[in-house]
C-alpha cells in the first residue's frame, strides 16, 4: 500500500513517513498543495494524509480537487489539522475527508485509522451497484441516480445515502448515523445529522418525486423504497 504524505512541516513529514514505512507502506512526500496535486496525478497512491493548513493550496481544496476528478475521487483521505473545532471538523468531512486527525496525535493512532480507513475503502470497491427503489449507486464510479437521472452528492450526503440503502426500512438513530457516517472517534453534534438529510433529500427528490427518507419521530431516519 503506498501512502502519500502532504505536510509542510519537515519534522512531521519525516515522524510520519518513519512510522509508516516501520508498518511496511510505502510513502511519498509532498510539501504543498500544488506538489500533492502533481503527485496524486503522476501517481495516485492508495490513501493520503493530508494536512489542513499548507502552502500554496490549503489541504480543504486538495481534498475538494480529488473528490471531482473521476481518476482521485475514491482514494481516501485523512485530514491533519490543529483546529479541534466541531465547525471545523464538519468543514473537512464536507470536503470529502474520510476521517480526522487533531494535532498533536500518537503515530500510532494514525496507522490505525488509516488501517481502519483502508478496510473501508476496500469494501466500497469491491462492491457491485447498490440499486433500490429506483435510486442507483455505482460505487466504483462513485455516482448515483434516481429513474436515469444524475444526482450530484456531497461527499458525506453520499456516505449516508450509502448507508440508509444498505438497510432499506431500517431505522437509525443520529447516533447510529454519526457512528457510521463520520466515524467513532469524531464528535459531531446529532443535530449534523438533521442537516446532511435534509440537504440529501434536496438532492433525490425532483418535482413530484415521493420523498424515499421516512423521519420516525424520536427515533431517527429510515430509507424507504419507492416502490416500499
Known amino acids: 500500500m503506498r501512502i502519500l504524505i502532504v505536510e509542510d512541516e519537515a519534522p512531521l513529514a519525516e515522524i510520519l513517513r518513519y512510522n509508516l514505512e516501520d508498518e511496511q507502506f510505502e510513502t511519498a512526500v509532498a510539501r504543498d498543495g500544488l506538489e500533492a496535486l502533481i503527485a496524486l496525478d503522476e501517481q495516485p497512491p492508495d490513501l493520503v494524509v493530508l494536512d489542513w493548513m499548507l502552502p500554496e493550496l490549503s ?5 475538494r480537487t480529488m473528490r471531482r476528478k473521476p481518476e482521485l475521487r475514491n482514494i481516501p483521505v485523512i485530514m491533519l489539522t490543529a483546529r479541534s473545532e466541531e465547525d471545523d471538523r464538519v468543514r473537512g468531512l464536507d470536503a ?3 476521517d480526522y486527525l487533531a494535532k ?10 488509516i488501517r481502519a480507513v483502508l478496510r473501508r475503502a476496500g469494501n466500497r470497491l469491491d462492491a457491485e451497484p447498490l440499486c433500490v ?17 444524475e444526482i450530484t452528492l456531497a461527499p458525506t450526503e453520499y456516505r449516508l445515502l450509502k448507508v440508509l440503502m444498505d438497510r432499506p426500512g431500517r431505522v437509525y438513530s443520529r447516533e447510529q448515523l454519526l457512528d457510521l457516517v463520520w466515524g467513532r472517534d469524531i464528535y459531531i453534534e446529532p443535530r449534523t445529522v438533521d442537516v446532511h438529510v435534509r440537504r440529501l433529500r434536496k438532492a433525490l427528490n425532483a418535482v413530484g418525486d415521493r420523498d424515499l427518507i421516512r423521519t420516525v419521530r424520536s427515533a431517527g431516519y429510515a430509507f424507504e423504497p419507492a416502490n416500499a
Open 104 to 113: 498533536p496525535f500518537s503515530p500510532r493512532e494514525l496507522v490505525a485509522r
Open 59 to 63: 489541504g480543504l481544496e486538495v481534498c
Open 96 to 98: 470529502g475527508a474520510d
Open 133 to 149: 427503489g429506483g435510486v442507483e449507486m455505482d460505487l466504483e464510479q462513485h455516482r448515483v441516480r434516481r429513474g436515469g437521472r
